[in-house]
């Protein structure tokens, strides 16, 4: 099964589970069913709660939130996840406000899906990756899936079990990546969290105690995890992996326990370089262990995304960046 499928199966599941459940979005119905079949089979299946809408972020998430202050279960589709800057101001100074401004008489189980990310040569406003706009706003989960483990159940779990708002961060290309099994046989180890939104830890199997700890979420977990095997076998580092699904609020006691083992950090995410999910975990370990450790940055440059390939493979992080960044960090030059 790969993450398109995973997800898919989990809107299934959830709107079966839940009559509580409704999806909201453009050109869902099938046959269409959305720009990267996510929601492909849901309109057949459940006509009376599919609910294709005008092309208007602010208001189908407006709606959405109005329909969750009603006691429903809403799943919103924002096309691209560029256009979610369009929708700002009903997530940020409304859904994730309306619980604290009614003293918790209202809950709002708002779950808005969106792809993000380049790779595909879809140019400057297809391409972006702007969950870092999103971090830190009160009263707003944002997660990130990945081909780890299981992203369906990720996303059953935010529909179903949640009743904040959420803004689900699922990367283009992870939708064709087939989900990953780590058993007795398997190259890495992987251990995981026991919260609803896990944080992953992998190691490979055998090799010496990790001097470096890595830290990357949605796509660049993948390129992350590559190149960690390419670092072990080809140059000797050894590194440990640490994957976040919650990007917001933090949850960095699995990465700040790494940390303190190996004294140094490397960030790795698609967003631009500048005032980053990166920067803001390197503050918080630096806030906890101090001079101790040595940390590094790696992202996207501060630029639009190209429409040509070989250009936006010039601006966005890639597994030789990664270990260019790795070799760095521990003096490999």
């Known amino acids: ?69 009603r006691g429903l279960k809403v799943v919103v589709e924002i096309m691209f996840g560029d256009f979610i800057a369009l929708a700002a101001d009903q997530i940020i100074n409304h859904a994730a406000k309306l619980r604290w401004m ?8 708002l779950v808005i899906r969106t792809p993000m990310g380049g790779g595909r040569g879809y140019g400057p406003t297809h391409s972006q990756t702007l969950e870092k706009h999103f971090l830190g706003v009160p009263g707003l989960r944002v997660l990130a899936v990945t ?28 939708y064709a990546k087939t989900i990953q099994i780590f058993n007795d046989t398997s190259e890495f180890t992987l251990q995981k969290s026991g919260e609803r939104y896990p944080v992953y830890h992998l190691k490979i199997v055998g090799t010496p105690a990790p001097t470096l700890t890595i830290t990357a979420y949605g796509y660049m977990a993948e390129l992350a995890r590559q ?7 080809e140059f000797e580092i050894f590194a440990d992996l640490v ?19 190996t ?29 101790r450790i040595q940390a590094k940055r790696l992202a996207a440059r501060d630029m639009p995304i190209p429409a040509s390939g070989p250009l936006e493979k010039s601006v966005i992080p890639d597994v030789e960046g990664i270990i260019k960044a790795a070799r760095e960090i521990t003096g490999q030059k």
């Open 263 to 291: 004294g140094r950090l490397l960030t790795i995410e698609e967003g631009t370089h500048t005032h980053g999910w990166g920067a803001e975990v390197v503050a918080h370990a630096v806030e906890t262990h101090g001079a």
């Open 147 to 174: 081909s780890m483990d299981d992203p369906g159940e990720l996303l059953k779990s935010a529909i179903l079990e949640d009743d904040d708002p959420i803004l689900f961060i699922e990367h283009k290309l992870l």
């Open 243 to 261: 994957v976040p699904t919650q990007l917001s609020p933090f949850n960095l006691d699995l990465l700040l326990e790494c940390l303190a083992n």
């Open 102 to 109: 009614s003293q918790a008489k209202v809950r709002i189980p």
């Open 227 to 233: 190149a960690v095997q390419r670092l072990a076998f």
């Open 1 to 69: 099964m790969n993450v398109l499928q995973a997800l898919n199966g989990s809107l299934h599941a959830s709107m079966a589970e839940s009559e509580q459940v409704y999806f909201l979005g453009e050109d869902i119905l099938e046959p269409y069913g959305g720009a990267f079949k996510v929601a492909r089979g849901l309109s057949t299946t459940y006509p009376d709660r599919v609910i294709t809408t005008p092309v208007s972020e602010a208001g189908i998430v407006g709606l959405g939130t109005g329909m969750a202050l």
